[in-house]
């Protein structure tokens, strides 16, 4: 089975840094694209980031609000992904949710959030 | 970026009934393979979002038939012929067709 076990989250001031982790089971994380997606309070969902797969050099994309802050990182020997938030503003105030994309090779198609974490809460106030 | 625009924001539903969601976008969607790049996900309360509809019409696997996806190039519906009342939540179109992926507001379905 399919899963995405995050952990992480907390209170950190405006300025301050936080690492969120995604451990994946039941499948090789570096096999696959990995997002990471947020949601403020009571709002909808924003794309944070992308991280391609091994096959793909491992490399990023990032919305434009969390360029040269965030940065997504790998560790295959833990199977995981991680979202390393640096200078961190009241506005990154949300739930990040790891995602993993699907792919259909059968016919080169791919690209949907087919699996995601349960969400990990940072909030960013003094 | 592609605008997505959702509608209703709201859709109040009698258990039974069918229901519909718009989602427009700014951009087509329609690419050069013959897929439209454009997915629907529900986000139940006090859960993540989980996916519905890949590609326009493809159920996720899991995802009852009663979950339908259609339209092509900028103007998708999604479509619930029978609504039950473990479907309320708030349903999103999202786009990956482009980076950065983008998603509607979203349409809050509840139950009369």
């Known amino acids: 089975e399919v899963q995405l076990v995050q952990s992480g989250g907390g209170l950190v001031q405006p300025g301050g840094s936080l690492r969120l982790s995604c451990a994946a089971s039941g499948f090789t994380s570096s096999d696959h694209y990995m997002d990471w997606v947020r949601q403020a309070p009571g709002k909808g969902l924003e794309w944070v980031g992308r991280?391609?797969?091994?096959?793909?050099?491992?490399?990023?994309d990032y919305a434009a609000s969390v360029k040269d802050r965030f940065t997504i990182l790998r560790d295959d020997s833990k199977n995981s992904v991680y979202l390393q938030m640096n200078s961190l503003k009241t506005d990154d105030t949300a739930v990040y949710y790891c995602?993993?994309?699907?792919?259909?090779?059968?016919?080169?198609?791919?690209?949907?959030?087919?699996?995601w974490g349960q969400g990990a809460l940072v909030i960013v106030s003094s | 970026d592609i605008v997505m625009t959702q509608s209703p924001l709201s859709l109040p539903v009698t258990p039974g009934e069918p229901a519909s969601i718009s989602c427009r976008s700014s951009?087509?969607?329609?690419?050069?393979?013959?897929?439209?790049?454009l997915d629907w996900y529900l986000q139940k309360p006090g859960q993540s979002p989980q996916l519905l509809i890949y590609?326009?019409?493809n159920r996720a696997s899991g995802v009852p038939d009663r979950f339908s996806g259609s339209g092509s190039g900028t103007d998708f519906t999604l479509t619930i012929n029978r609504v039950e009342a473990e479907d309320v939540g708030v349903y999103y179109c999202?786009?990956?067709?482009?980076?950065?992926?983008?998603f509607g507001q979203g349409t809050r379905l509840e139950i009369k």
């Open positions: 995602v993993r994309l699907g792919t259909n090779s059968a016919t080169g198609t791919g690209g949907w959030f087919e699996a």
């Open positions: 999202m786009q990956p067709l482009q980076i950065p992926p983008t």
């Open positions: 951009q087509s969607l329609l690419y050069s393979n013959g897929y439209n790049y």
């Open positions: 590609l326009g019409s």
């Open positions: 991280s391609r797969s091994k096959f793909k050099g491992y490399t990023t």
